[in-house]
């Protein structure tokens, strides 16, 4: 039995086409873990610098902070749920108010709920590709 001509020219031309998707998506994926390191790492120099402590505890300092900006206490709280810390459920947990965000007044509620789910060992699809390389 003859196979279509037509059909041996798509299966090649599928293949290529799902090879070129998956490695596009595992380009873009890299892209992300690079992403995602190189802000943790920045937020960790920066607590480092200003704040006594080592990694957790110096983020826990700078995010408990009224010394620095909201924003960079948002970002503090964004890295302890990167590194997922359980060390820094406590002080995370105190921040919680339970209400709605006030931006302009307090660290953002989204985002402190985000760090304690991962704190708790909620799943991170890219800490291991980045974490080795920051701490």
């Known amino acids: 039995m003859m196979m279509d001509p037509k059909?041996?020219?798509?299966?090649?031309?599928?293949?290529?086409?799902?090879?070129?998707?998956t490695g596009l998506l595992l380009l873009a994926y890299g892209v992300m873990c690079l992403a995602i390191g190189t802000g943790v790492d920045d937020v960790l120099e920066k607590a480092r610098g200003g704040f006594s402590g080592k990694d957790t505890n110096a983020l826990v300092a700078m995010m408990n902070s009224n010394d620095i900006t909201l924003k960079d206490r948002n970002l503090a709280v964004w890295a302890l749920g990167q590194l997922g810390d359980p060390r820094a459920l406590p002080s995370?947990?105190?921040l919680?108010?339970?209400?709605?965000?006030?931006?302009?007044?307090?660290?953002?509620?989204?985002?402190l709920r985000k760090a304690i789910r991962q704190c708790r060992g909620g799943v991170n699809i890219t800490r291991w590709a980045w974490k080795p390389l920051v701490l």
């Open 7 to 21: 059909a041996r020219i798509r299966r090649p031309a599928l293949t290529l086409w799902l090879l070129a998707g």
């Open 92 to 94: 995370l947990e105190d």
């Open 96 to 111: 919680v108010t339970g209400g709605p965000c006030d931006h302009a007044a307090a660290v953002c509620q989204h985002e």
